[in-house]
Structures are given as C-alpha cells and as structure tokens.
C-alpha cells in the first residue's frame, strides 16, 4: 500500500475520467492469439482495432490479412493502418553461429469493404520468408500482426447495441491475384472479414457486444 496526497488523488482520478473507454477479446488458439480492442473517443468515435501474434509459425505463407467490421459505421480512411514485426534468426550451418534480429515493416495495402450494414477494413501483407540461402538456413517466429482505423458511427444521435469483430485471415493456398476482401455472414449469423472464397482460409475471429448511448 502507498500513500499519496489529496492533490495527488485528485490529479489521477481526473486522468482517469478523462482516459477512453476501451473494451477487448481474446480469441486463443494453439498456434496463435487474436486480441480485438474497441476503443470510444466520445462524439460517435470509435477506433477498432486488432492484432495477433502466431505462436507456432504456419506452413503456408502467403498474403494474409488482418482488419474488423462493426455495423453503420463511416470510416475515416486517414486513420487506417498496421504494422508486422518478427523475429528473423540466421544460422550458418558450417560454423554454427546464430544472428538473431527483430524485424518489421508497414502495411500498405488497406481495403475497404461492405455487407448489408456492415462495414469494415483490412490490411494485407505478405510474409517474411524463410529458407536455407546457401550455407545459411533462415528461420522467421513470433510474427505479430496490428491494423487500426477510426470510424464514426453513422447514426450518432441514436441509443444501440452493437456488435465488432476482429479477424485474422490466413491463406492456405495461393491467390492467383492479390485477393479482394469481404465481410463474410455465415450459417449460425457468424461474421469475419478477409479474404473472397476463392481458397481455403482460416479465419480466426474476436467479438465485441458494445453499448453506445448519444451524448
């Protein structure tokens, strides 16, 4: 226990009244952890976002993509973005020394996307590779995955519930084309948001119920 000033207390409470609310799921895998965090500005601001971290790295490594969707929402498409960062290992296989470095890089490839009343976005990017260049064998772990975007709620002077998911796509195949993205409305009213049906996709997704009333 630690005491502190009445001026100290006053101080931190009103940091405190002042902070955004912000509201997370957890989805947890065996190979991965998807965390989706809604966070409320006031005035019918909201930033969505997601982010994930593979615990044990796919066998496939293609473009995926990462991003959420909530209903009647008016996106500001000059708040989007996301980042990937990694561990990159290096070994030399004749001398046995290790270089190990952590890495990252942008996305910059966003899409916008629609269903009915819900709206959303992603970011896509491709995956570091790994291999044996030479005399050097090339591992890549630990990659985490964020995308973001503001968006304003479309009707702000009405009470409502609703609903944002955060999804995490993961190709299991190879695009033929850098793929589109959609909001997918399956059996059992499940939504997510990634990659059109061309291939077979993983889709690992956290939801959020958020309450909003008018200011």
Not at 26 to 36: A, C, D, F, K, Q
Not at 100 to 116: C, M
Not at 154 to 182: A, M, Q, W
Not at 183 to 193: C, R, V
């Amino acid at each position: 226990m630690v005491y502190i000033s009445e001026q100290e207390a006053l101080s931190e409470s009103a940091i405190l009244s002042t902070r955004p609310e912000e509201f997370s799921a957890v989805e947890n895998r065996t190979y991965m952890r998807l965390t989706h965090t809604v966070t409320y500005y006031g005035n019918a601001l909201y930033r969505f976002s997601t982010d994930a971290l593979w615990i044990t790295m796919p066998l496939w490594q293609q473009p995926d993509s990462i991003g959420s969707c909530a209903p009647t929402l008016a996106i500001d498409d000059n708040t989007r973005s996301g980042r990937i960062t990694y561990v990159k290992t290096s070994k030399n296989d004749v001398t046995g020394e290790t270089h190990t470095e952590t890495l990252g890089y942008d996305i910059n490839q966003f899409r916008n996307t629609q269903n009915g009343d819900w709206y959303g976005s992603a970011g896509i990017f491709n995956f570091p590779y790994g291999g044996v260049y030479g005399d050097t064998t090339v591992t890549c772990s630990n990659l985490r995955a964020h995308y973001e975007f503001k968006a304003y709620l479309r009707y702000p002077n009405e009470d409502t519930n609703f609903n944002s998911v955060g999804t995490y796509c993961h190709s299991k195949g190879f695009h033929t084309s850098l793929p589109s993205i959609s909001i997918s409305i399956n059996l059992g009213n499940s939504i997510s948001i990634g990659f059109e049906p061309e291939i077979t996709d993983d889709n690992i997704t956290a939801g959020l119920l958020i309450h909003y009333i008018a200011n």
